[in-house]
């Protein structure tokens, strides 16, 4: 029964298309193999040139790595950038007439319809596009998530024998002065996190926590490196991606109120100047080879029977961050409420300083 579903929903979707005027884009899947796409992106030059979200240079280097090793003659010219200013460059590349970006990888989903919509996206659908759940793709594929990205509560287990396990845990008093938190209005993803906490424990959880006298820091990366380190004076954090440092560190989903999930987003561009290096790169973004590795969340429903459902996890609604992202007067009001308290996020860009 669950799979005679979908197959009634894609006889519908073909008969709609076959209705629709010929030159709608109903692109068909990739049918060329990882090896066949390899050829055609060795043919065009053997490059191509990523711009994914993050906020330490170093983060994609595990990517690069992998793609280069898989992919021998390919070189993955990756960079890491805040997604909130590579979206910014992308906009200019566009307005240019200058397309030199092939594939991006961003946290700023709101982005992705307006592209759609100016017709600069390339619409390609990887091979296991339908098996991507609805709510992460575009129906032409324009865009798609490939990874479930999320936040989680962190602490040192060498410097703490307790835990942070909910957002509550933050208000202990042995934790004054040793929380290490990133500025909600400095990255949307982290501003939603803080907006849903806030929407249930109330805005006295966060006037509590102000009175804990936490360090804020710019990236969302920043306080987990920091609670990685032998001489760390901070004990915890939570709101930022997670680490596992060499056994320094643990990491737990909170259970008092939600917390962060959405789909990593990706696209081609219409005028990416390697199109075949891109469309390999997204292929095996989605194969089974690099997302069924081993068990952890996935976009894809066609994953192994041992694999979480991020649909099934507690405290989180994965495809709620679109909704929070697309509404930019809601962000731009909730990023300044956090704004008024905290004042404007200080320091070099996390990509520039020294953690
Ligand atoms: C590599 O990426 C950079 C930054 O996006 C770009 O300026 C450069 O032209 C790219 N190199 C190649 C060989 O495409
Ligand atoms: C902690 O160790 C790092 C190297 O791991 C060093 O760069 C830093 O100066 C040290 N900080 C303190 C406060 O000792
Ligand atoms: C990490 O935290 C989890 C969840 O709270 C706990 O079950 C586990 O024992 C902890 N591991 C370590 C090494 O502290
Ligand atoms: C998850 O969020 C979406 C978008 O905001 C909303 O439509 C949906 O009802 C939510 N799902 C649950 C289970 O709360």
Aim: charged share 20%.
């Amino acid at each position: 029964m669950r799979s005679s579903i979908p197959s009634i929903l894609s006889t519908l979707a073909v008969a709609s298309s076959a209705l629709a005027a010929p030159t709608a884009s109903a692109a068909a899947v990739e049918t060329r193999t990882l090896d066949e796409l390899h050829q055609a992106a060795l043919k065009e030059g053997g490059v191509v040139t990523l711009w994914h979200g993050g906020d330490e240079k170093y983060q994609q280097d595990g990517l690069k790595q992998a793609f280069e090793k898989r992919f021998p003659g390919m070189t993955l010219n990756s960079t890491v950038d805040l997604s909130k200013y590579h979206d910014t460059r992308l906009d200019e590349q566009i307005a240019a007439n200058n397309v030199y970006v092939d594939s991006i990888v961003l946290q700023t989903l709101h982005d992705y319809p307006r592209w759609k919509d100016q017709g600069v996206l390339m619409e390609y659908k990887p091979q296991n596009f339908e098996s991507i759940a609805e709510p992460f793709k575009d129906a032409d594929g324009a865009y798609y998530g490939y990874a479930i990205f999320g936040w989680s509560t962190t602490w040192n287990t060498q410097k703490y024998n307790g835990a942070l396990r909910d957002f509550k845990d933050a208000l202990k008093p042995e934790l004054k002065d040793k929380l290490i938190l990133t500025y909600p209005n400095d990255d949307d993803a982290v501003l939603y996190a803080f907006d849903l906490v806030i929407k249930t424990l109330g805005v006295e959880w966060f006037d509590s926590l102000l009175t804990q006298n936490p360090t804020w820091v710019r990236g969302s990366a920043t306080p987990g490196t920091q609670l990685s380190l032998a001489n760390t004076s901070y004990v915890a954090t939570f709101g930022t991606g997670g680490r596992s440092g060499g056994g320094i560190v643990n990491t737990t989903r909170p259970t008092d109120a939600p917390f962060v999930t959405w789909p990593q987003t990706a696209a081609i561009l219409k005028d990416a100047p390697h199109p075949e290096g891109a469309k390999l790169l997204h292929n095996w973004l989605l194969s089974d080879e690099k997302l069924f590795a081993s068990p952890q969340w996935t976009v894809r429903t066609d994953a192994p029977s041992n694999f979480p459902n991020i649909f099934e996890e507690k405290n989180t609604n994965v495809t709620g961050f679109r909704e929070f992202m697309l509404d930019r007067a809601n962000v731009e009001r909730v990023r300044f409420w956090f704004e008024t308290r905290l004042g404007t996020a200080q320091g070099l860009s996390p990509l520039e300083d020294a953690l």
